[in-house]
């Protein structure tokens, strides 16, 4: 059912797919869909979650700032994120603003099981991980979502490019983690 939902929002974005058009591509009655997920939002929200999650999954096992920027680039790049921000960017606002989700939750489980590790290893300098892993969250979100607005074409401002982007970013993580 997650899969024909992120088949529907790529096609036609997330306020136009309906619950519907989840259950044809799905092949599946719609009151099967209706008994998991009351409204497109809530499923909307669980194909996020699972989708970021996997892309973090990816770099769960690796160091702490060379993970953080491989997620952000990762999710950068990805199709579900890209159709989300283009088409539906309100939809991100309440995770902004207002409180967190379940990709949140997630991700937040994933960082700082991270920096118990590199504290474990002493690549981390000691702190309460759960801050830190909210601080990096916060910080990773940000060059997520308002990187980009940061970049300059002709390269006047000295950021001309992501991976410019993405240096920064490690260079902010690696003073604030390393010991």
Not at 34 to 61: C, G, N
């Amino acid at each position: 059912m997650l899969d024909a939902a992120r088949e529907v929002v790529l096609a036609v974005g997330v306020r136009r797919a309906t619950l519907t058009d989840v259950a044809r591509r799905a092949g599946l009655s719609r009151m099967t869909i209706y008994r998991r997920w009351p409204d497109m939002r809530t499923l909307v929200a669980d194909l996020m979650t699972r989708e970021w999650v996997r892309v973090a999954d990816r770099f769960a096992t690796g160091d702490p700032v060379t993970s953080t920027v491989a997620v952000v680039r990762a999710l950068r790049g990805h199709p579900l994120w890209r159709k989300i921000v283009e088409v539906d960017p309100e939809l991100l606002l309440p995770y902004l603003l207002d409180r967190r989700g379940a990709s949140h939750e997630a991700m937040l489980t994933i960082v700082e099981a991270a920096i118990i590790r590199g504290q474990e290893g002493g690549t981390v300098r000691p702190g309460d991980p759960v801050r830190m892993a909210g601080t990096v969250l916060l910080t990773a979100q940000s060059f997520l979502l308002s990187g980009p607005t940061m970049l300059d074409p002709a390269g006047l401002a000295g950021m001309a490019g992501l991976e410019d982007l993405d240096a920064e970013l490690a260079t902010l993580l690696e003073r604030y983690l390393r010991p």
